[in-house]
């Protein structure tokens, strides 16, 4: 049986090698562990510099990673003493991986910096900075839960209308982007959207350090695996 083969992006960032330091590609292991027990297989997208025209040639499916803040130039703004982990070659690889995943109807599950660069790409805004949704407890216990839109897609996949998340950002959507519809929320921050036209789903938590102890996040995985099976049927 074919098992789906999904892109996982990844950070681009300077560690030491034994030629110096050396931009690298350092991803943590949970993205392709939680892809491969939702039944699917993963493979690594590194950014680079010159960014291929069939870039997703053989990709069923697209997890958009979390990893260092945009480039605040993307939506208008200065950076802040806060903003950390800047890769103007990360922001316009995966640009370039959302703009042709939505070209050939490939499906996203998006995470934390994902969300972020969907949201910007859609012409909506980021709180620059924000307070106390960091954690420091260990990354697969839950910091809060978050109430999920009743009738949404996310909602059809995880069977509920609440759920346990960790939190790991220090910024959170400012503008909502135009065609997206917030189906999730911790207080007045938007935790997950949504594009059924596109097939975006897109959440500010980290699911894939989740998916062991929870039901919940591990299903956010088995859809997109599902979802990318049937574009590949479809192909």
């Known amino acids: 049986m074919y098992s789906p083969l999904i892109g996982i992006s990844v950070p681009r960032q300077v560690a030491d090698s034994a030629f110096g330091p050396r931009d690298s590609v350092l991803q943590v292991y949970e993205y392709a562990e939680s892809v ?12 680079t510099e010159t960014i291929p025209e069939d870039l997703l040639a053989g990709i069923d499916g697209i997890v958009l990673s979390g990893g260092g803040d945009l480039s605040p130039e993307l939506y208008g ?4 003493e ?13 640009v370039a991986i959302v703009e042709q ?5 490939i499906p996203i599950l998006a995470i934390c910096r994902g969300l972020q ?3 910007v790409l859609r012409g909506g805004s980021l709180q620059l900075h924000i307070d106390d949704h960091w954690q420091t407890i260990a990354s697969d216990e839950p910091l809060h839960s978050v109430d999920v839109v ?8 995880i069977g509920d209308t609440s759920m346990d998340v960790n939190s790991y950002h220090h910024q959170a959507i400012e503008r909502l982007g135009e065609g997206l519809t917030p189906v999730a929320f911790a207080g007045d921050i938007v935790e997950a959207f949504e594009d059924s036209s596109k097939g975006i789903i897109a959440v500010q938590w980290h699911p894939e350090h989740l998916y062991q ?9 088995t859809d997109l695996v599902k979802r990318a099976g049937r574009v590949r049927e479809r192909n």
């Open 36 to 47: 491969v027990a939702a039944g699917g297989r993963a493979v690594l997208l590194p950014s």
């Open 150 to 157: 009743d009738g949404s897609a996310l909602a059809e996949i």
């Open 82 to 94: 806060s903003t950390y982990g800047v890769s103007r070659i990360r922001d316009a690889y995966e």
């Open 77 to 80: 703004e200065a950076p802040l």
């Open 117 to 119: 660069l969907i949201n």
């Open 213 to 221: 102890v929870s039901r919940q996040n591990l299903a956010l995985f």
């Open 101 to 105: 995943a939505e070209k050939h109807g």
